[in-house]
């Protein structure tokens, strides 16, 4: 997500909603629905950033907080901008 120039805040804040696999992820589409000053936009997003997030939502399918609207879960639910940065770092 690095490649988008979204914020932290707009990465942690993604739900599901905001993305459509058949659709949006083909054409490399993000939806922010609360950017900066309240604003939403649509994000294009690039192939391998689009794939890490289809490969993200078949691996949280077996998440037992799945049915969770947020896009990134912990243990705890939904994961935080300080945890997600944290999670970039290190990998």
Avoid: C, F
């Amino acid at each position: 997500m690095l490649e988008t120039g979204m914020r932290p805040g707009e990465v942690a804040a993604l739900q599901t909603r905001d993305l459509n696999p058949g659709v949006d992820l083909t054409h490399g589409l993000v939806h922010v629905r609360y950017g900066k000053g309240g604003r939403g936009r649509v994000v294009p997003i690039g192939p391998a950033a689009s794939r890490a997030l289809s490969q993200h939502l078949a691996l949280r399918h077996g998440h037992r907080l799945a049915e969770s609207a947020d896009l990134w879960l912990g243990d705890q639910g939904k994961s935080s901008r300080t945890h997600l940065r944290e999670s970039v770092v290190t990998h």
